[in-house]
């Protein structure tokens, strides 16, 4: 016979099956027991008023790893619509320790140490899982909607000779005998290779030395990296960002619905005309919704932002704000001025429920300018020497955004800390698991 | 007039169009001028008797980033079938210094380590492009047919607490103030996962600090990476793995057909059963057929390798071959052995053409064989505390490979290094670009 997975057992009604999995959960309701096994997929639950079934279980903990055999019967009042009378268990590995958090409740009720601290028994936890398998979902919508553009996928260096945009929260490696960083970013790489293919994407692992401890910061995260050239400014840019961002959140709804019932997550809808902000205009609102005089400042406070999202949904009805033209004081080199605006750049972020999801920007694209603005902001040229030959030798206007993996599902999901959306975090205590 | 890719303007023969690119070469014929726009995606010749046509293009170097209008039309003898008439050139981006490399001619001829050097723009020719745009198609590949095997991308820490499989070749670097390491593999993790999703895969970097500078091999490189639960033994994997290059040939064929005649490669057929040989029969073959008794060697080498592929080909017809069964001696800790016949293992390597391309294999699975293998291996079990949580608490027996993306497109193209399958390769020698 061959194994079927959980969620294809709706089409075997009245047929004898196979199933493969893990033990999930064992109850008992008077005379009757309830075996739920987990498998990759989904859970089955096998019922018998016959003690004998269960022989192959006794003494056996919560995780053990079975071959269920049984019968498939409707069973309208049962998650699925069916369930699997006449079980036969046989036992592939067994578990005999007790489990260090708790799998078979509904919610994972575990504290965040101890979640994280056996992260590799917990994720098992369909909750836990349906949040991965969201991320999956979303790295999946990422490509398809990139792919459709005629984008190309890159892989870039992740060791690098130099910091990449300044040399602070960098992590320093010694490679081979000499010092070496990880990447922050894949930056100066995709820039490059918009001279190469045009429109690029990367999904990949960035790193950031960065010390402090928030619940919105690991020190590894995945990064979905965009850039393409021949834009006009970042209007542009932030078109094909909410070109990218319906596409994941389709692709969602297509692909993952029950995870998204599981965490009764309802998709935001992305409006066609994200609407959008100046910077300055943003700042003014705020002084005049608020009372805060935040004028001077260079950037937006978290605060800020959750002032404009509550503002944009009360506006527009819009889970989704641009704010556009941040200072250039805030921004690093590469970001292309406004023409008609000095001090103001041509970038943006993207606020989602008030929170930033997206950055992203116009670029500089004449070698001259880097020159200019490197000595500006007094680097030295010499370690961008590679980085520079690429404006030598000709680049169009180009831009790009990234989102953060983690981020967009912390954002979708609520969850209270980035570490639940990160398969196995890593922070400024956490390096295992 | 919407700008429109180079690569579609065979469906606007008798329209004025406008192109957007680079200044990839100029000729002249008696009285005719021939200017080639290359774009993202191809190439476009503009054809003019007119010297004043030319005119905004005076003084400009190749690389020059320019719109072009002009009219569409049918020309036979022209790649593509199309070319453009009274042209009009508008420069985006003015260049004036001559190329550290040759873009224009059909082959690539700069020295390797002129090309290395100069990555940035030698990645824009059009031989180079099609290399990393098959390699583009290979991962799409990879993700295809495993997403319709019903697995699920994961993307895993590559910042880890202790080497994977040992202390050597691994890349150390500061954490925090504290040490820690790149990983070597996504090994621990992908099979921590089965315990999740059964089923998982990922694409991603891995770091070898190894010291050696072959051909075969850099520091930083993309594994293609794939584990499941529920196997019989290393043959189901080896299984999967035949799956999932068919899968991948398959979508090189259906997408990355221009690429593929580029660069004049013939893809491989993947028989429906790639024959298999074991370690000990291999070595057994070498002696009977070659006269050089490597049976006491505990791996193949190279040329071991080469006689084998050579052996598949003449005796079978095929590019692939398994060899099974590699000595435990010469395979990390985690690797099953072989139940039937002590000190082999349920291991397998895939030959390509002669080479190694894929390495897998079953996987332990019980906790106490954990704890033996660790002994036997004279490490420690406390760095792998957390890896070990999967065994404790019930894993199925598992298995998977990896496929290294570079090395697959070097074998596929027969190219002499694996630098030129790499887009920005890393070395002894080589942090930049």
């Given at each position: 016979?061959?194994?079927?997975?959980?969620?294809?057992?709706?089409?075997?009604?009245?047929?004898?099956?196979?199933?493969?999995?893990?033990?999930?959960?064992?109850?008992?309701?008077?005379?009757?027991?309830?075996?739920?096994?987990?498998?990759?997929?989904?859970?089955?639950?096998?019922?018998?008023?016959?003690?004998?079934?269960?022989?192959?279980?006794?003494?056996?903990?919560?995780?053990?790893?079975?071959?269920?055999?049984?019968?498939?019967?409707?069973?309208?009042?049962?998650?699925?619509?069916?369930?699997?009378?006449?079980?036969?268990?046989?036992?592939?590995?067994?578990?005999?320790?007790?489990?260090?958090?708790?799998?078979?409740?509904?919610?994972?009720?575990?504290?965040?140490?101890?979640?994280?601290?056996?992260?590799?028994?917990?994720?098992?936890?369909?909750a836990?899982?349906a949040v991965?398998?969201l991320?999956?979902?979303?790295?999946?919508?990422?490509?398809?909607?990139?792919?459709?553009?005629?984008?190309?996928?890159?892989?870039?260096?992740?060791?690098?000779?130099?910091?990449?945009?300044?040399?602070?929260?960098?992590?320093?490696?010694?490679?081979?005998?000499?010092?070496?960083?990880?990447?922050?970013?894949?930056?100066?790489?995709?820039?490059?290779?918009?001279?190469?293919?045009?429109?690029?994407?990367?999904?990949?692992?960035?790193?950031?030395?960065?010390?402090?401890?928030?619940?919105?910061?690991?020190?590894?995260?995945?990064?979905?990296?965009?850039?393409?050239?021949?834009?006009?400014?970042?209007?542009?840019?932030?078109?094909?960002?909410?070109?990218?961002?319906?596409?994941?959140f389709?692709?969602l709804a297509?692909?993952a619905a029950e995870a998204l019932a599981l965490l009764a997550v309802t998709l935001p809808?992305?409006?066609?005309?994200?609407?959008?902000?100046?910077?300055?205009?943003?700042?003014?609102?705020?002084?005049?919704?608020?009372?805060?005089?935040?004028?001077?400042?260079?950037?937006?406070?978290?605060?800020?932002?959750?002032?404009?999202?509550?503002?944009?949904?009360?506006?527009?009805?819009?889970?989704?704000?641009?704010?556009?033209?941040?200072?250039?004081?805030?921004?690093?080199?590469?970001?292309?001025?406004?023409?008609?605006?000095?001090?103001?750049?041509?970038?943006?972020?993207?606020?989602?429920?008030?929170?930033?999801?997206?950055?992203?920007?116009?670029?500089?694209?004449?070698?001259?300018?880097?020159?200019?603005?490197?000595?500006?902001?007094?680097?030295?040229?010499?370690?961008?020497?590679?980085?520079?030959?690429?404006?030598?030798?000709?680049?169009?206007?180009?831009?790009?955004?990234?989102?953060?993996?983690?981020?967009?599902l912390?954002q979708l999901l609520e969850l209270?800390?980035?570490?639940?959306?990160?398969?196995?975090?890593?922070?400024?205590?956490?390096?295992?698991?």
């Amino acid at each position: 016979m061959e194994r079927i997975r959980t969620v294809e057992m709706a089409a075997y009604v009245g047929r004898r099956v196979r199933l493969q999995g893990w033990l999930h959960a064992v109850r008992r309701l008077g005379g009757v027991s309830f075996v739920v096994l987990r498998d990759g997929w989904g859970t089955a639950q096998a019922v018998t008023e016959t003690d004998a079934d269960l022989a192959p279980l006794a003494g056996l903990a919560l995780e053990t790893v079975l071959q269920l055999e049984g019968e498939v019967v409707a069973a309208p009042a049962v998650a699925g619509g069916v369930e699997l009378h006449r079980p036969r268990f046989t036992v592939l590995t067994p578990v005999n320790e007790l489990l260090p958090v708790t799998l078979h409740k509904r919610q994972m009720k575990a504290a965040l140490p101890t979640l994280l601290d056996h992260a590799v028994v917990a994720n098992r936890h369909p909750a836990r899982r349906a949040v991965f398998e969201l991320g999956a979902a979303a790295m999946a919508g990422f490509r398809a909607a990139l792919l459709a553009r005629h984008f190309t996928e890159i892989q870039t260096p992740k060791i690098v000779a130099s910091a990449t945009e300044s040399g602070a929260n960098v992590f320093q490696l010694d490679y081979l005998g000499r010092p070496a960083y990880l990447a922050q970013s894949p930056q100066f790489y995709k820039q490059i290779m918009v001279g190469v293919f045009e429109r690029v994407f990367e999904v990949g692992p960035v790193f950031r030395a960065e010390p402090h401890d928030t619940s919105r910061h690991v020190n590894e995260y995945v990064s979905l990296d965009v850039e393409f050239g021949f834009i006009s400014d970042h209007f542009t840019v932030m078109g094909m960002a909410r070109e990218v961002l319906h596409g994941i959140f389709d692709h969602l709804a297509a692909t993952a619905a029950e995870a998204l019932a599981l965490l009764a997550v309802t998709l935001p809808q992305v409006p066609a005309g994200i609407p959008h902000i100046h910077f300055a205009e943003a700042q003014a609102l705020i002084w005049q919704r608020h009372g805060v005089d935040v004028r001077s400042e260079p950037d937006l406070s978290p605060q800020d932002e959750r002032w404009l999202g509550a503002w944009a949904q009360q506006e527009f009805g819009s889970d989704f704000l641009f704010v556009t033209g941040y200072p250039m004081v805030k921004r690093p080199f590469y970001t292309h001025p406004d023409p008609s605006r000095p001090g103001y750049s041509n970038s943006f972020d993207l606020l989602f429920r008030g929170t930033e999801l997206i950055t992203g920007g116009q670029r500089l694209h004449r070698y001259a300018d880097y020159l200019a603005a490197l000595d500006t902001a007094g680097l030295p040229a010499a370690p961008f020497a590679s980085y520079l030959e690429a404006f030598r030798y000709g680049m169009p206007p180009h831009g790009g955004f990234a989102i953060g993996l983690e981020r967009l599902l912390m954002q979708l999901l609520e969850l209270p800390n980035l570490r639940l959306a990160t398969l196995f975090p890593r922070d400024q205590s956490r390096l295992t698991p």
